[in-house]
C-alpha cells in the first residue's frame, strides 16, 4: 500500500470548510496533557490551530506536515513547522511525546509511520492521536465510490483513507514497541459548516479528481442527492458521519 492520494490542501479551503476538525481537537491534546520544557512533535499540523495550543502549554514543539500550504500557514502563526514526509520521519530518540490530529487516516502504509514515531520517540515517551477509524464517513465515502462505479471508474481504487479498528491499530502499535494504554472508537456525527459538496471538494479531492473537470459539479450534485436522506436535516444542514480512532501508547524503548 503507498501513499497514491492526489489531495492538496489550500489553507483558505480548509479553514472555511474544515475548521471544525482542529475545533474538535480539545480532547485529544487533554490527553496529550503536554508539559513545560517537553519535546513535542506534532504530525499532520495543518495550519496550526492546536499546534499553537501545545506551544501555549510549554512544551518545545516541532511541527510536520505534507502540505506546503498549511505549513506555511503554521509558520505564519510563528510556529516551528517544516514539510515533510510522515512515512519517512528523519528523528531519533528526542521527543518525550509525539501527537497527531486527523491526519493519520492520509498517511501510508501506516507500519511506516508508526516505525519512524517509535524511533523519534525517548523510551517512555508517548505517542496520542486522534484520525478516522474503522466506519468513518462510512455513508460519503461508499455514495462516491457508488458514484464512481456508475461511471465505469473504479470508485474503491480512489478511496485514499486508512481508517482501522482498534484492534488492528493496538496490534501495530504493540508490533513496533509500544504499550497502548487505551484505543477507542469514537463516532461523532459532525454538523458541517456548508454543502456536503463543498467538504467533498475539500477534503476528499480523490473521489473526484477522476471526474472531467465539466462534469463535477453534477457528480457532486448526485452524490448530495444520494446521502441526503441520511444526512442532511429538514432545514438544509448537512453532517459527516464521523468516527474517530483516538489512542495512547507509551514506547517502551
Ligand atoms: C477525518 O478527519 O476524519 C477526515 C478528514 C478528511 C477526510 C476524511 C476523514
Known amino acids: 500500500m503507498i501513499n497514491s492520494s492526489k489531495q492538496t490542501w489550500n489553507s483558505d479551503n ?38 499553537q495550543k501545545i506551544v501555549a502549554a510549554g512544551s518545545d514543539v516541532v511541527a510536520i506536515d505534507h502540505s506546503p500550504s498549511q505549513v506555511a500557514a503554521a509558520r505564519k502563526l510563528g510556529l516551528d513547522a517544516h514539510v515533510m514526509d510522515a512515512t519517512h520521519l528523519i528523528y531519533a530518540d528526542e521527543f518525550e511525546g509525539v501527537f ?37 464517513v ?5 455514495a462516491s465510490i457508488a458514484a464512481l462505479n456508475a ?36 463516532p461523532r456525527p459532525t454538523p458541517l459548516p456548508g454543502r456536503m459538496a463543498d467538504w467533498i471538494k475539500t477534503l476528499a479531492q480523490d473521489f ?10 453534477a457528480f457532486l450534485q448526485g452524490i448530495e442527492a444520494d446521502l441526503a436522506d441520511d444526512l442532511q436535516d ?3 444542514n448537512w ?12 514506547f517502551k524503548g
Do not use: M
Open 151 to 186: 461511471r465505469g471508474l473504479d470508485g474503491e481504487a480512489a478511496n485514499p483513507w486508512y481508517f482501522p479498528t482498534p484492534e488492528d491499530y493496538s496490534a501495530l502499535l504493540s508490533a513496533h514497541g509500544f504499550d497502548v494504554t487505551s484505543a477507542v472508537l469514537i
Open 14 to 51: 480548509y479553514a472555511n470548510n474544515a475548521r471544525f476538525v482542529s475545533d474538535l481537537g480539545a480532547p485529544v491534546l487533554d490527553l496529550l496533557a503536554p508539559k513545560p520544557g517537553e519535546r513535542i512533535l506534532d504530525i499532520g499540523c495543518g495550519d496550526g490551530a492546536l499546534t
Open 239 to 250: 453532517t459527516a458521519d464521523y468516527v474517530r480512532l483516538r489512542f495512547s501508547a507509551s
Open 234 to 236: 429538514a432545514d438544509g
Open 208 to 217: 473526484v479528481a477522476p471526474v472531467p473537470e465539466t462534469e463535477q459539479d
Open 100 to 136: 497527531s490530529n486527523a491526519a493519520l487516516h492520509w498517511i501510508k502504509p501506516p507500519e511506516a509511520v508508526v516505525a519512524g514515531v517509535a524511533t523519534a520517540l525517548k523510551p517512555g515517551g508517548r505517542f496520542v492521536g486522534e484520525f478516522g477509524g474503522y466506519g468513518n
Open 138 to 142: 462510512s455513508k460519503i465515502r461508499e
